[in-house]
């Protein structure tokens, strides 16, 4: 195969799989493509009060099973003085709080937060018992409240076609003012909620059904009592409806805390017990999102990643990871365009000392040392000294000018100049020492060429480095890196005219 | 303002650039082209050293019988003061160059002496230090690519034939012939001016003047990238240019292709008045500028011998210089 066709292939498996990968993190991993995304993060805690009289405590709170639409992105406990663990029992998993003695009100705390992500969000077919137990509705005095059920069962029944609709039309009834049935329930289970009632109604209906417990995400609420759905088996599965307006489905933003089962919450050695709930939501970085939904499924792709590098480290990398795309604008510059440069990568460096530096800073002491250290390495010149010693002379002048910059400006006030310590100080003297061998060979003129032809490289290196989406990709999407060195490989064929070209050689074609 | 006129417009933005359909109609040779399809194609890597360090170009040439300056001393490591100036010291005329010097740099010519001072060409003088200073430059490596120690070589000024006295100001007329695969496709004279310092860089303003292949006369000249019949400082007539002895000196850039191997190659020569043509040096990335000098592209040139089969390409020197000679003689001349 020829070499270039070598090439050609090679570029093409680099690019997709960079691309690949990239597409595969955006969408799997959620890793946003564009920066500046937010994803809104629920942050629900619930507080568990009682009033304890002294003896051996126990809490125990049903923790929220994982939702499938909901992310659990992180969970924390607070209870001070308090044994915790949490114990699985039946697919339900309890958080309990235990301690050997306490007095007067307590309270306990779990905190979790959640995303909430696209999707059904409930697993189906659950593994939840189908029974029904008929209600004992045989006293005398329930005789008219059996009447009211069974006429209510009766009208819903006539008026519907299977489950779902059957249910619709009870929650409908249940919820209707005017309904002479219903208030005659209604008084008889004074201190029964809607949900209590429905479950009682559908059990005289033979319907499977139970409570789901969960909360409206909503911001910034407090004090919440959780709120109840009701999920109803048709027979082949189960439906969820909303008990107040009968419509099937989970609403949006509900977040299902426990689904059948057993209480919430349970107190032993204590009183008066509760558990209220505050939500907030946080409009948090999609990538921190990713990051921290992956973290816990120890997705390989990130935690063998410079994400799991330490925050300090991975700053680093931030800066090390735009160098290919600084390396690539040289290719294209001197490539396409024909660019004269001082040291073919040498502009990367700057453009690297210039993104610490900002901009203008950065030109102007580059600039500064370079016209000092010339004028240094002039005189050094006519000392005959080895070359060697005389470049470490110049790193040395260059270290003090840069000293001299940074504490005359600061004493002047300009704290930006203080920057001057990011510039690479071989790279600068080594410039130094070539432009004057240029000086001294081709002239001053050539001089200003390479140096401008560098500086303006540099430019535009870290004008593209800025680039916010730039630093973005390149952070988030390290794989990208592949692309671009199959763009490399491939920019390494052409055999094409530079624009420099163009013009050198015009007269060839009048 | 006028009525506006498209392809005006795109004339004024493209300033002084060509199109590139343009040039590769003529056959010209870009610098990309050149260092893929030639350079990287036809030249071995293991090959450069021999012309990357001209004392091993010069020993290669002496095995193939290739008349160079004579060497008169060379330096392997920093040598003392007092080494130094052993050397130079019986010498009038002597020129001071590293052996991996690239682009010509580093090249101290001394043309004369007044007592203890050095004689340049273009009339400064140096002293004994100065010399000293240069050659402990060179042995650090300040004009080797990468800055690698190099070693330093004492040569003989070449007595330049006088034929081209009135053609190059203060400096030392040189000929370049590109050699592609054993074949000399194209010959430039490059010839130092004022402007360009007694350099003969093409782009620091010396005047490269396109040598016929087939006659040695001139066909066409260059200041700057534009052309010009005379030259700048002494205004003589390029048209009456002729190189004596321009067969001998094209065979001998024939013949420095079985020397290096190379097959894509630049050999600068130039002309003694005694001996003839001296193999300067080789180049293995022979610039562009050829093709100015001469106002002929050199793609065509090349894919005329890439095109060759083995019996073609296995001719001896004498049958390729031939063959050059009557294939690539220039349209029309200067005269």
């Known amino acids: 195969m020829s070499p270039r066709a070598q090439v050609y292939i090679l570029a093409a498996l680099l690019a997709l799989m960079g691309a690949g990968l990239t597409i595969y993190k955006n969408r799997d991993l959620g890793f946003p493509l564009l920066p500046g995304e937010y994803r809104t993060v629920w942050t629900i805690e619930a507080k568990v009060r009682f009033t304890a009289d002294g003896d051996p405590v126990k809490a125990a709170l049903t923790l929220p099973r994982e939702q499938r639409n909901m992310q659990v992105l992180n969970e924390s406990f607070s209870s001070s003085g308090y044994g915790f663990n949490v114990i699985s029992e039946d697919d339900e998993h309890r958080a309990v709080w235990s301690r050997r003695s306490a007095t007067g009100p307590q309270s306990l705390f779990y905190q979790l937060d959640v995303h909430q992500t696209p999707g059904a969000p409930l697993e189906q077919p659950l593994d939840l018992s189908t029974g029904v137990e008929k209600p004992f509705l045989g006293a005398r005095e329930q005789e008219a409240v059996r009447q009211a059920i069974y006429s209510l069962v009766d009208t819903a029944r006539e008026r519907s076609a299977d489950v779902e609709t059957l249910t619709t039309q009870l929650l409908t009834a249940l919820g209707d003012p005017r309904n002479q049935d219903r208030n005659l329930i209604f008084g008889y289970y004074k201190d029964r909620s809607l949900v209590d009632v429905a479950l009682l109604v559908l059990a005289v209906a033979d319907i499977p059904a139970h409570r789901i417990r969960g909360l409206y995400l909503e911001d910034d609420r407090r004090r919440l009592d959780p709120e109840d759905l009701l999920e109803v088996y048709d027979g082949k599965r189960w439906v969820v409806f909303e008990p107040h307006s009968g419509s099937p489905g989970v609403p949006e933003n509900f977040f299902i805390w426990q689904r059948g089962g057993k209480s919430l919450l349970d107190v032993e050695g204590g009183r008066n017990s509760r558990v209220t709930f505050s939500v907030i939501s946080n409009d948090v970085p999609a990538r921190e999102v990713s990051m921290l939904s992956t973290s816990r499924e120890k997705e390989a792709l990130v935690d063998f990643s410079i994400y799991s590098l330490p925050i300090e480290q991975q700053s680093i990398f931030k800066l090390i990871l735009l160098v290919p795309v600084g390396a690539l604008v040289v290719v294209l510059l001197r490539v396409f365009v024909g660019l004269r440069t001082s040291g073919t990568f040498m502009p990367v460096l700057l453009a690297i000392a210039f993104i610490e530096t900002r901009l203008f800073t950065g030109l102007s002491i580059f600039v500064l040392i370079l016209i000092l250290g010339l004028w240094v390495r002039f005189y050094l010149s006519r000392l005959n000294l080895l070359l060697v010693s005389r470049i470490a002379a110049v790193v040395v002048t260059v270290v003090i000018l840069m000293g001299a910059i940074s504490v005359v400006s600061y004493k002047l006030g300009i704290e930006q100049a203080l920057t001057v310590t990011f510039f690479p100080m071989i790279i600068l003297a080594w410039t130094i020492e070539r432009m004057s061998i240029v000086w001294e060979e081709d002239g001053p003129y050539e001089v200003v060429v390479q140096a401008g032809g560098s500086l303006l490289v540099a430019v535009l290196a870290w004008w593209v480095m800025t680039n916010h989406y730039v630093e973005h990709w390149t952070f988030n999407f390290p794989e990208l890196l592949l692309v671009l060195l199959g763009l490399i490989l491939v920019i390494g064929n052409y055999t094409g005219y530079r624009l420099a070209e163009l013009m050198r050689f015009r007269q060839l074609v009048k | ?335």
Not at chain 2, 43 to 58: A, C, E, F
Not at chain 2, 123 to 139: C, F, M, W
Not at chain 2, 174 to 184: A, E, K, Q, S, T
Request: proline letters at 5%.
């Open chain 2, 1 to 335: 303002m006028g009525a506006f006129s498209l392809p005006q417009f795109l004339a004024k933005l493209r300033g002084g650039l060509v199109s590139p359909m343009a040039l590769h109609r003529m056959g010209v040779l870009g610098m990309n082209a050149r260092n893929i399809n030639y350079i990287a194609r036809y030249n071995d890597r293991d090959k450069y050293p021999i012309v990357d360090d001209k004392l091993s170009t010069k020993r290669a040439a002496k095995r193939s019988g290739i008349p160079t300056p004579e060497l008169i001393a060379a330096f392997e490591t920093q040598p003392s003061r007092s080494q130094v100036l052993k050397v130079i010291e019986p010498l009038w005329q002597f020129v001071v160059k590293p052996a991996r010097g690239s682009g010509g740099k580093g090249i101290l010519v001394v043309v004369g002496r007044d007592g203890d001072k050095y004689r340049k060409p273009s009339g400064a003088e140096v002293t004994a230090q100065d010399i000293l200073r240069h050659v402990s430059n060179i042995t650090s490596g300040l004009y080797s690519l990468g800055g690698k120690p190099d070693r330093v070589m004492v040569e003989a000024l070449v007595d330049f034939d006088p034929v081209f006295d009135n053609y190059s100001f203060e400096g030392v007329p040189d000929i370049r012939v590109i050699v592609f695969r054993g074949f000399p496709v194209m010959a430039m004279l490059r010839c130092s001016t004022h402007d360009s310092d007694g350099k003969a860089n093409l782009h620091q303003g010396a005047v490269g003047v396109g040598i016929d292949l087939a006659t040695g006369r001139s066909c066409h000249a260059v200041q700057r990238g534009l052309r010009i019949n005379r030259h700048p400082d002494t205004e003589m007539p390029f048209g009456k240019l002729q190189v004596p002895g321009w067969r001998d000196l094209v065979r001998l850039a024939a013949s420095c292709y079985e020397m290096t191997g190379l097959g894509y190659l630049g050999c600068d020569i130039v002309l003694d008045r005694r001996r003839g043509p001296l193999l300067l040096e080789a180049n293995a990335r022979p610039g562009l500028a050829i093709q100015v000098a001469n106002g002929v592209g050199l793609a065509g040139r090349l894919q005329h011998i890439e095109r060759f089969d083995l019996e073609q390409l296995e001719k001896n020197v004498e049958e390729r210089v031939s063959y050059s000679m009557r294939q690539f003689a220039a349209s029309r001349t200067l005269r």
